[in-house]
């Protein structure tokens, strides 16, 4: 028994310096933000009142490419996914465009990005939020933005 002592040994080593604490497939939620847009004059929701549907929503970055987004029928707001490549002076631009009535409207939208390493992954976060040419406030983890 002794001398298979020293190899059960470095078995169960090995066994334990290989069991990885990550479970394949725990996936971590994307960073995210969470936006409502309101009628500046009658503070009513743009999809809401009908001023806007979800099909002309438009998000893009600075460099003209697609952000990802979903849009939240039922409380009428957008999840929007920004790229967390960068972590300082991210801008997107949500593009509201009815072609039945002629309205564009514009909404840019700048943040960074902080990152904290975890054991198995990384997770993002998105802070700093400006919303430099319309008035907007935080209610509740929401970007409240007037149009």
């Not at 409502?36 to 999809?47: A, Q, R």
């Not at 001023?51 to 460099?63: G, L, V």
């Not at 409380?75 to 790229?83: A, K, S, V, Y």
């Not at 008035?135 to 983890?141: F, K, N």
């Amino acid at each position: 028994m002794r001398k298979y002592f020293p190899f059960l040994v470095i078995i169960i080593a090995f066994l334990n310096t290989n069991c990885d604490k990550c479970v394949e497939g725990d996936l971590v939620a994307p960073a995210s933000i969470f936006v409502e847009i309101l009628d500046e004059t009658s503070s009513e929701n743009v999809f809401e009142n009908e001023t806007f549907t979800a099909t002309q929503i438009s998000i893009k970055d600075a460099e003209d490419v697609a952000v990802p987004f979903n849009f939240i029928p039922n409380t009428n707001q957008i999840q929007i996914f920004p790229n967390t490549e960068n972590l300082t002076g991210n801008t997107f631009i949500i593009t509201l465009n009815n072609e039945t009535t002629s309205t564009i409207e514009e909404i840019t939208i700048t943040h960074d990005v902080t990152a904290k390493e975890q054991e198995c992954y990384t997770t993002y976060k998105i802070e700093n939020v400006q919303v430099p040419n319309n008035t907007s406030e935080l209610i509740d983890g929401i970007y409240v933005i007037k149009i």
